[in-house]
């Protein structure tokens, strides 16, 4: 079965320093990926896709992704966290036909 | 503004009562899903519909029933039958196309049901 795994369930990242999450699919040679982000209570916003082409991703408030076919990773980046990035990102791959399959998300947490 | 709605966003039920959430959408899409959020487990699908007055169980489809008699509608009753119902519920929609394409999906604000 189709599988997404986010190896870390928290990490901690200083205000103004550089992010990385990591994010591993197990299904297809090229698989249809995304990053999400839920703030507490809310609901999940699509911060960016990859469906093929430049392996390099932009997305919306300043975060990136690199989906690398060799290690069957797509991880998300931001060169400096600000305290609003704050909240739970999920990593999700297709799991068949019109299905995703999630992650069980990491959650970070800016310190000042 | 298009988008999902879901409601209540907060929701309280005594143990053995089925209870009905809300989902509507006005994004013109034709595939709706169902997801339960628990702590630590991500989401997990419930139910999906690609059409209208079909729909198909997800990993988790016990203790559950959906309808879709509209595009615009997909509610989810959680009956008394399903043995942990306290969670936050996710709905979303997508568009969909040929066979093999997966498009992002759009999510609502979620409810949160306790059962006591």
């Known amino acids: 079965a189709q599988s997404v795994t986010q190896p870390d369930i928290h990490i901690t990242v200083s205000e103004g320093a550089s992010l990385e999450l990591r994010c591993n699919y197990s299904?297809?040679?090229?698989?249809?990926l995304f990053w999400y982000v839920q703030s507490p209570g809310q609901g999940l916003q699509l911060l960016l896709k990859?469906?093929?082409?430049?392996?390099l991703v932009q997305g919306i408030k300043g975060f990136e992704a690199e989906f690398k076919r060799s290690q069957s990773s797509f991880n998300l980046r931001k060169p400096s966290v600000h305290w609003s990035d704050a909240a739970e990102y999920f990593c999700?791959?297709?799991?068949?036909?019109?299905?995703?399959?999630f992650g069980t998300g990491t959650r970070l947490l800016v310190s000042p | 503004d298009g988008g999902i709605t879901q409601s209540p966003k907060y929701l309280f039920r005594k143990e053995g009562q089925n209870v009905t959430l809300s989902c509507e959408q006005n994004?013109?899409?034709?595939?709706m899903y169902w997801y339960r959020q628990d702590p630590g487990q991500g989401l997990r699908l419930i139910y999906y519909s690609q059409i209208v007055n079909d729909f198909q169980k997800g990993d988790i489809a016990e203790g559950y029933s959906v309808s879709r008699e509209k595009k615009e509608s997909f509610p989810l009753t959680v009956t008394s039958a399903q043995k942990n119902p306290t969670a936050f519920y996710l709905c979303?929609?997508?568009?969909?196309?040929?066979?093999?394409?997966?498009?992002?999906?759009?999510f609502g604000p979620g409810t949160r049901l306790t059962v006591t």
């Open positions: 299904y297809g040679a090229t698989p249809y």
């Open positions: 994004l013109n899409h034709d595939a």
């Open positions: 999700a791959s297709e799991g068949g036909f019109q299905k995703l399959v």
């Open positions: 990859y469906f093929s082409g430049d392996t």
């Open positions: 979303a929609s997508s568009t969909t196309g040929t066979s093999g394409s997966v498009y992002e999906q759009y």
